[in-house]
């Protein structure tokens, strides 16, 4: 299939895409290269295949021409950058991708996969949360991906099939990597301080998934029958892999030689708290074979952090933290507050 995969120079992208590549599909990238400085290691095949240098918002009918089907990953990727500016949130994660849903499907691109979330269910309950609970989301990250879904599921007919992959909080490492999420971020402490460094209660529960695992969620639904994946979402990620936080940081400590945990000065509850059910998809889709856990993703980052020599300063700074990156874009004059280039994107 001839794939376009929007926002491919990301977190999550720059794995798809070798995935899709060596399932002989052709690739298309679309990206508005917020993060191009802030690679770790080296580029991989997202480099060279051909690339639509833009942002999601302004994407045009002509971008969509004899594409096959859409992965729609691009958009703000977290809580502190949906908290930064919440409409603008709004505008880029709900109402753009609600508006290349639109054009995909005038366009005749009957799959489109969009990249959701577990955050879709916020404060959720102890309880097993599956695909039929109810949303219940604490940010405006979280509640545009909910938005996204239920404004995008009323589209779906004969000619246009859309699928929602709720992906639990992920993990690994990856030429974007970002530090923002949970089991990258403690292990990170652990290396440069030697402290499992934990800023809530660590009460809380999260699935988790490596992006090696999410990635192959999208081939699999992209490769699945069309009756399998119509309007239909799946929690993304192994059911064994819920943990409260602590029980994260403790397996940090664990991998990471000479490393303990400690909480920060009123560390506090995280109001987001879910353990999800992600055996739907499995069930449901035969490709769908995930292999990581979250030790064996630890043991990863420890060994990719000393390859580089990695230095808290990088990841708690405007290099590779998101928030601070966009501010220092911002603040330097290159990015306007709307989060858009004020000369030509760079190639």
Not at 174 to 186: A, G, I, Q, Y
């Amino acid at each position: 299939m001839r794939v376009l995969v929007t926002g491919h120079n990301g977190y999550v992208g720059t794995v798809l895409v070798p995935m899709l590549l060596d399932a002989v599909h052709e690739v298309i990238g679309l990206d508005s290269n917020l993060y191009q400085a802030a690679t770790f290691g080296e580029e991989n095949e997202t480099s060279n295949i051909p690339a639509i240098n833009k942002d999601v918002r302004d994407v045009t009918r002509a971008d969509l021409d004899g594409i096959d089907a859409v992965l729609h990953l691009a958009g703000l990727s977290n809580d502190p950058l949906g908290d930064l500016n919440p409409e603008l949130t709004y505008e880029i994660n709900h109402r753009a991708s609600v508006r290349l849903a639109e054009l995909s499907k005038e366009m005749g691109i009957e799959r489109f996969v969009f990249s959701s979330s577990c955050s879709n269910y916020g404060a959720g309950v102890d309880d097993w949360l599956n695909e039929e609970s109810a949303f219940n989301p604490v940010t405006p990250y979280g509640r545009s991906k909910v938005m996204v879904e239920q404004d995008v599921a009323k589209m779906a007919d004969d000619r246009f099939s859309p699928t929602f992959l709720r992906s639990a909080t992920a993990y690994g490492v990856s030429p974007r990597l970002r530090f923002d999420l949970v089991l990258n971020n403690l292990t990170a402490w652990a290396y440069t301080t030697g402290l499992v460094y934990l800023k809530s209660d660590g009460t809380p529960w999260r699935p988790v998934v490596h992006i090696e695992d999410m990635a192959l969620a999208f081939v699999a639904a992209l490769h699945a029958p069309r009756e399998l994946i119509h309007n239909e979402a799946f929690n993304v990620g192994r059911p064994e892999e819920n943990y409260r936080i602590r029980e994260l940081a403790e397996i940090v400590a664990e991998v990471v030689p000479n490393s303990r945990v400690e909480f920060a000065e009123g560390a506090s509850p995280d109001l987001r708290n879910y353990r999800v059910d992600s055996s739907k998809i499995a069930r449901t889709l035969p490709e769908y074979k995930p292999k990581w856990t979250a030790r064996r993703g630890a043991v990863q980052l420890y060994e990719a952090y000393q390859k580089v020599g990695l230095k808290l300063d990088d990841f708690e700074g405007p290099r590779y933290r998101r928030i601070d990156h966009i501010k220092m874009l911002i603040n330097s004059g290159r990015l306007t507050d709307q989060l858009r280039w004020r000369e030509a994107v760079p190639a």
